[in-house]
C-alpha cells in the first residue's frame, strides 16, 4: 500500500505541474484585472511551439524558448484586444482558444504530414528527468528511501521550476512594489492611474508574466512529459487551471493545493482503469477520464464558498480626462 501511493503522489506530481504552472500565470493576469479565458489556448500553441522547434533543432531548451515565445506573442494578442482596444475579454479570450486549436493542427500537418502531430523527439529534444545523489543507494531504505528516491528525485526540471514558481509567486505579488501596483491596478486602477502609475503598461506586464508562465506548461506537455506535440493535448488543462485558480481564491500557495488536488484525481483515475472493485466490477475507463472534470463542475458550482475575484477584474480602464 504504501508503495502503491509513493506512485501515486509521483504521478500526482507529475500531473499537476502542467496545472499549476497554467494556475499561476492566470493568477498574474487576473490579479491586474484582466480576465483570461486563454490560458487553453496559450498552452497548446506553446506545446507546439516547444514540439516543433526541439524537433528541428534537437534542443528542449531552443524548443522551451519558442513556446514561451508563442505563449506570450497570443498573450500580447490578448492584451492589445483588452488592455489598448477595451475589448471584452472574455470573447478575446475565446478566440486566442479557437485560434491556437485550429491553427497548431493546420500547421502540424502542413508541415509535418502525420495528421497534426510532430514527429517522436531526437535525443536532446526532451527535457530529461533529474536523479538526485544517491538517490538509487537510498532507495531500499524503508519510509525514506521511496521519498527520496521516488517522490522528490527523478523529475526533469520543469516540474521543479513549476513548485519554485509558488514561493516566487507569493514574493512577487505580497513582497515588491511591482506585486503591490499589480494587486491594485486589479482592485482600483483609478487610483493608480491617479499617482501616475500607467494601468496600461502594467496590464500589460502581467498578461506578459502570464505568457511567459503558460509557456512553460504547454512546453512541459510537448517536451517534458510527452515526447512531441500532438493535435489538443493540453485536452482542457487550461480550463481546469483556470477552475483551481477560482477554488484556490486567486492564492498562490492555494493554487499549488487546488493543482495538486487535481492531480492527484488524475493520478487515482489513471491507477484505477482496469481494475476490479469488490462488488461493482470493474468500472469502465471513461468515469475515470472523467473524474477531474466532473470535479471542476462540483468546484465552481458553489461548493468552494464564496470565490470574491479583483474588483476591476474583467472591466476595460479608461482613463477619465479633466
Known sequence: ???????ILDST????TPLLLACLAGLYSERSGVVDIGLEGKMLGAAFGAGAVAYVTANAWLGLLAGIGVSVALGLLHGFASISNRGNQIVSGVAINF????????????WFRQGGRTPALPEGGRFRDIAWPYAEQLREIPVIGPLYSELLSGHNILVYAGFLAVPLTWWVLFRTRFGLRLRAVGENPAAV???GISVAWLRYRAVIACGILCGFAGAYLSIAQGAGFGVNMTAGKGFIALAALIFAKWRPANAMF?????????AVSIRMQGQEVPGIGEIPVQFFQALPYILTVIL???FIGKAVPPKAAGIPYLKERS
Open 300 to 302: 465552481l458550482a458553489g
Open 258 to 266: 487546488a493543482c495538486l488536488l487535481f492531480g492527484f484525481l488524475d
Open 99 to 110: 485560434l491556437a486549436a485550429g491553427l497548431t493542427a493546420l500547421l502540424g500537418q502542413t
Open 13 to 16: 506530481v507529475r500531473l499537476s
Open 193 to 195: 492611474d491617479t499617482a
Open 1 to 7: 500500500m504504501f508503495e502503491t501511493l509513493i506512485l
